[in-house]
């Protein structure tokens, strides 16, 4: 069976919304860690307000642009020929190469897509999302790659909905920058 792959990027007050504040922690470890990541999925799962900024920003991407930005070579080809599926109530048409849209019946049709065969399916962003599916236990993995700095106000990634939760630690990984990914899975039973 695939598995969902949450990875956000996290201030560390807990904002994820408009991440433009990471740009001045950008270094290639990070982005090597974000492309092998990505290589791991062949399938974006993304919510409206994520799908529409990629579908905006990515198509745009040149190889003089990843290299500004310290990107491996093949991040925007992927970004833009993985296939994407896109949870949305209200989109009607999705433009972006290899979309397909779900408006309805979302645990039942992203339980279906995690019994395709492929490769794991990669969650960016998209904070509603998670939070539904998280209550539905389809998350398999959260990676929170969490920057040294206090943004101070913007969307939370957990929201006071959310029931609790108790999660495993897998990995931390710590860049040079201070930027640090906590890797947590699923827990059930007890902590020892």
């Not at 956000?8 to 994820?16: A, C, I, N, P, R």
């Not at 270094?27 to 290589?39: A, G, R, T, V």
């Not at 206090?150 to 990634?157: A, D, I, P």
Request: with cysteine.
């Amino acid at each position: 069976m695939r598995k969902i792959i949450v990875s956000e990027f996290m201030s560390l007050d807990g904002v994820m919304e408009e991440p433009e504040w990471t740009f001045q922690f950008n270094m290639d470890e990070q982005n090597e860690y974000k492309f092998d990541e990505l290589k791991l999925c062949d399938t974006l799962l993304l919510g409206r307000v994520t799908y529409e900024g990629f579908a905006a920003a990515w198509p745009k991407v040149t190889k003089k642009v990843t290299e500004n930005i310290s990107l491996h070579n093949g991040f925007a080809d992927r970004m833009n020929n993985y296939r994407k599926i896109v949870v949305s109530s209200t989109l009607q048409e999705l433009k972006w190469n290899n979309s397909c849209l779900i408006k309805e019946n979302i645990v039942e049709e992203v339980s279906k897509l995690k019994l395709q065969p492929g490769r794991d399916i990669l969650l960016l962003g998209s904070c509603e999302l998670v939070n539904m599916l998280m209550q539905y236990d389809l998350i398999d993995e959260y990676r929170i790659m969490v920057f040294p700095i206090v943004v101070g106000n913007g969307k939370r990634l957990f929201n006071d909905r959310n029931d609790m939760k108790v999660l495993k630690h897998v990995e931390t990984k710590t860049f040079r920058s201070g930027v640090t990914v906590l890797t947590y899975q699923p827990h059930s039973g007890h902590l020892e």
